[in-house]
T-cell receptor
């Protein structure tokens, strides 16, 4: 069955530190998609990135970068030079064919709460 | 601005009093879905809709109803709310019902049932 594991429940860093949020996934499909969402204290879910299983290139967007490694079934998220505004819960999510047949839902990890202190 | 909107954002009600949470998207998306988020249980899908007049149950549909009469709207109806429906609710939409499409979420509705 599909599963997404975010083993880090809470992380606390001081501003300007780099921080990596781990995501490990399980799927039987060879084609699948991975996502990261941010949930700030205000509660909304903000889409950050989507990656398909055929594209293992790392991606960088400003201070954010993502490392996708199929060999270890991981899709980790790094924030460089963290800022207080990065404080949020971050969710990793998975979509594959089987999930599509179950109503198109996303399979979410439990989330990692990141606290960036000034 | 492309967005998913939900109303109300916050709601306190009493057991048994019917309520509707509205959801609307302006992106012409075919697929829409409702999730609830609870501590320790994560996000769980309640209902989904592949297109107009096509809806189906998700993982936790008990106590909820939905309708999809127009492409842009997907209201969530609680006919007789109970305290165990106290939760944070999200509506989401995506351009296709196929897997892999990015789902965009509304701002959430915090519901407290007394």
């Amino acid at each position: 069955a599909q599963k997404v594991t975010q083993a880090q429940t809470e992380i606390s860093v001081v501003e300007k530190e780099d921080v990596t949020l781990d995501c490990v996934y399980e799927t039987r499909d060879t084609t699948y998609y991975l996502f990261w969402y941010k949930q700030p204290p205000s509660g909304e879910l903000v889409f950050l990135i989507r990656r398909n299983s055929f594209d293992e290139q790392n991606e960088i967007s400003g201070r954010y970068s993502w490392n996708f490694q199929k060999s270890t079934s991981s899709f980790n998220f790094t924030i460089t030079a963290s800022q207080v505004v990065d404080s949020a819960v971050y969710f990793c999510a998975l979509s594959d064919v089987a999930v599509y047949n179950q109503g198109g839902k996303l399979i979410f990890g439990q989330g990692t709460e990141l606290s960036v202190k000034p | 601005e492309a967005q998913v909107t939900q109303n109300p954002r916050y709601l306190i009600t009493v057991t048994g009093k019917k309520l509707t949470v509205t959801c609307s998207q302006n992106m012409n998306h075919e697929y829409m879905s409702w999730y609830r988020q609870d501590p320790g249980l994560g996000l769980r899908q309640i209902y989904y809709s592949m297109n107009v007049e096509v809806t189906d149950k998700g993982d936790v549909p008990e106590g909820y109803k939905v309708s999809r009469k127009e492409k842009r709207n997907f209201p969530l109806i609680l006919e007789s709310p109970s305290p165990n429906q106290t939760s944070l609710y999200f509506c989401a939409s995506s351009s296709l019902a196929g897997y892999g499409e990015t789902q965009y979420f509304g701002p959430g509705t915090r519901l407290l049932v007394l």
